[in-house]
């Protein structure tokens, strides 16, 4: 571990996404930043979140498929926090005016009826954990400028969270195969990207079963009620004001993120 201003760059981080004016990227001013000094970054702002009021829902997974370590340069997932707040309606316009340079990805999302406590749990303790599996879109969004991020910029800044759509159909796991559940991304109408339920570590329950096992090696339990995001079955999509963006999930439904045209980001879901 390397002596580091935490604090400092997790502020940096916060005032970032405040004002939508991205930084450079941490690793270029700290090459010797690792893995534990930016989670210790994000758990800065974790600590300043939660005295702030923000209510703690679960957790996202990153990184987990190939194509997007690949478009990010990186080989190893990542986690971050999700929050109440960070849940849009997904009947009404997104703000565009509330991220930075926002890209979507769909994602297979788990809600948890009994707690999880790793390290070594295996995949059945994380199917027996698991109430139901859901639809949904997450929203990445990047507080480093122009995307230039490695793995540890990534994990300081969030898990690069945004905000996330979810579907209307909660789906039992014994009612959908999610290794070889279908995805197809369209925006604007066209087909832009489509995958499997096994691009994310193979199975989207390795990304829940990663998660509680990462979290058990800080001390941690996933609760009970937990929602949970898997990680992305596509390379994420860029989106733009006046974008809209289809993830349809064979077994699971349908989520839609439909991005405010510019004139009317202000007035939409703030």
């Known amino acids: ?65 190939k194509a997007m370590q690949r478009m ?21 316009p997104i ?19 009994d707690d999880l406590s790793g390290p070594g749990l295996t995949i059945i303790d994380a199917v027996r954990a698991v109430d ?3 639809a949904s879109i997450e929203l990445i969004d990047s507080r480093i400028a122009d995307w230039r991020i490695g793995l540890a910029d990534t994990i300081a800044d969030n898990a690069s969270s945004g905000a996330l759509l979810l579907g209307k159909v909660p789906v039992a796991l014994d009612a959908v195969d999610l290794g070889l559940l279908g995805c197809v991304v369209t925006k604007n109408g066209e087909v832009v990207a489509s995958g499997a339920g096994a691009a994310v570590l193979g199975h989207p329950i390795n990304g ?40 349809a999930f ?10 405010a045209p510019a004139s009317h980001d202000s007035e939409e879901n703030s």
Not at 226 to 242: E, F, K
């Open 132 to 134: 139901y599996a859901i």
């Open 1 to 65: 571990m390397t002596d580091l201003p935490y604090a400092e760059l997790g502020e940096e981080l916060m005032t970032a996404a405040a004002s939508r004016v991205p930084i450079a990227p941490l690793t270029s001013r700290y090459p010797e930043l690792t893995l534990e000094d930016a989670y210790r970054v994000q758990e800065h702002q974790v600590r300043a979140w939660d005295r702030a009021g923000r209510h703690l829902i679960g957790f996202k997974v990153g990184l987990t498929s």
């Open 208 to 247: 829940l079963l990663w998660l509680a096992n990462q979290l058990g090696r800080f001390g941690r339990t996933l609760p009970a009620g937990s929602v949970v995001m898997s990680g992305s079955i596509t390379a994420a999509v860029p989106v733009a004001p006046g974008d809209r963006v289809t993830a």
């Open 72 to 92: 990010l340069g990186v080989a190893s997932p990542d986690f971050g926090h999700l929050y109440q707040d960070m849940v849009l309606d997904n009947t009404a």
């Open 250 to 259: 064979a077994g699971l439904g349908t989520v839609d993120a439909r991005v």
């Open 95 to 113: 703000n565009a005016e509330r991220f930075i340079a926002p890209r979507v990805e769909p994602e297979v999302t788990f809600v948890l009826k």
